[in-house]
């Protein structure tokens, strides 16, 4: 990992998340830079911000975007990317817990 450069990761970065008992999974490759902020909002999506490349299953990316906001409910009717249909179908806060 380097701290000083841009590049923190050159490996994919998974995110599991356990969702109404289904196990999804969230593939984001490629590079992530310092400047790439992930949010996982209440009861919403995945916001992600910044310098990031986002792919699909066969590692295709995505237009390129500042922003993205990523489904975690599994009902958009345009995955990866929210639609809205979260609203009041998910109830979900990720929380730091203290080490
Ligand atoms: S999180 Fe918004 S539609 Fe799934």
Known sequence: ME???KAVH???IR???KNRGILDELKIGGELNLS????IFDNGPIHVKGD?????GQGKSFPKKE???LCRCNLSS???FCDGQHEGNLSHCARVENA
């Open 36 to 39: 790439t902020e992930i949010q």
């Open 67 to 69: 922003e993205a906001y």
């Open 10 to 12: 050159s490996e994919d």
């Open 52 to 56: 990031f490349d986002l792919k699909d």
């Open 3 to 5: 701290k000083s450069g």
């Open 78 to 80: 345009n995955k990866p």
């Open 15 to 17: 995110i599991f998340y």
